[in-house]
């Protein structure tokens, strides 16, 4: 496995999001001790996407920042990205993995135990569970995932847990305080005035629930 740890903060970079040019937004990330990083273009053509992956990596990789690409394996291979995040209608982990190779990092969007589950079995590298909070980002999202389910996830997938959905600074603690290794975020961060200090935030509140530094 290619994967020995996870940040507490996984960035998403939705470019259905982002208002500012992505230079100040890496930087603010890295300054903050962030190691890695998504891109995220449901809406945009395959073409202009493959475009923003090759800016992103050329970008992110002089900063110390890892690249994963939401949902297109092909994309993430072409433009040299560190790794994929899959859903459920992607290809599966294992096809993921036959073309990026073993170093590269993949992670499984699941929305329940079952889905979790499975995910746990196949080669993905972590395992992302949500909405744990209601979201904006999804136009038809799955129903959000029950504090008792998610501890039943926790306790059953040995891999790093991601949590996913609606997530804020002001409602981040209790999920730390799960056992949840990473949380993604999009809005609360791209949209903060100071993305840095917003990134710096969340460690601080990861360090004190899970009693660790990054």
């Known amino acids: 496995m290619p994967l020995q740890g996870i940040s507490p903060l996984y960035p998403i970079i939705d470019l259905a999001v982002l208002q500012r040019p992505l230079e100040p937004v890496l930087a603010g990330l890295a300054g903050a001790g962030v190691q890695w990083v998504q891109l ?55 096809q993921a993995r036959e073309i990026l190779g073993e170093q590269a990092i993949i992670g499984f969007s699941t929305h329940g135990l079952e889905q979790a589950r499975q995910a746990r079995d196949s080669p993905a590298d972590y395992v992302a569970i949500g909405p744990v909070f209601p979201t904006r980002t999804k136009e038809n999202p799955d129903p959000v995932v029950q504090w008792q389910e998610l501890q039943a996830i926790r306790e059953c997938v040995d891999k790093p847990l991601v949590a996913i959905g609606g997530i804020t600074l002001d409602n981040v603690r209790p999920l730390y305080q799960s056992g949840v290794d990473s949380v993604a975020v999009i809005r609360d961060l791209l949209l903060a005035d100071d993305i840095q200090q917003r990134a710096v935030g969340y460690r601080e509140l990861a360090r004190q629930a899970q009693g660790r530094d990054e």
């Open 40 to 94: 995220r273009g449901k809406n945009h053509p395959s073409g202009e996407l493959f475009r923003e992956c090759r800016r992103l990596v050329a970008l992110a990789r002089p900063l110390g920042l890892k690249v994963i690409v939401n949902d297109r394996a092909d994309l993430a291979w072409l433009s040299g990205a560190d790794g994929v995040h899959l859903g459920q209608e992607d290809l599966p982990a294992a």
